[in-house]
């Protein structure tokens, strides 16, 4: 099985509200079926979770040829009243071909 980095760092910026429910993201290297990707989504912002648990911010990952993304573990830390930092480790055994510049990974939240 190989690993494959499918996209180095992207950032996107929803203000000081609930952040938005749905993100999609362009994939910039192929990974070929067989392929193991260790997806990280940090973010930072609002959140209703409580402090240093597993808060399910990001419920899903999908991608556009149905690859299976399964969650390992996610983390959030509160740092005031309102704002916090998560991070959502994910696993995708690539079945089918995704492809540089075609392809999306899409982040469902719970917010």
Known sequence: ????????????????????????????????AGTCIILAIATD???AGTNNQDNSLVSTITDTKGNTWTKIKEWMSKYDSTYTSNVS????????QIVAGTDTLTMTTAG
């Open 45 to 47: 912002g609002y959140s």
């Open 89 to 96: 480790v994910w696993q995708g055994v690539i079945a089918t």
């Open 1 to 32: 099985m190989a690993l494959a980095r499918v996209s180095a760092f992207t950032t996107k910026k929803t203000g000081t509200t609930a952040p938005q429910q749905t993100w999609t993201f362009a994939i910039d290297t192929t990974a070929a």
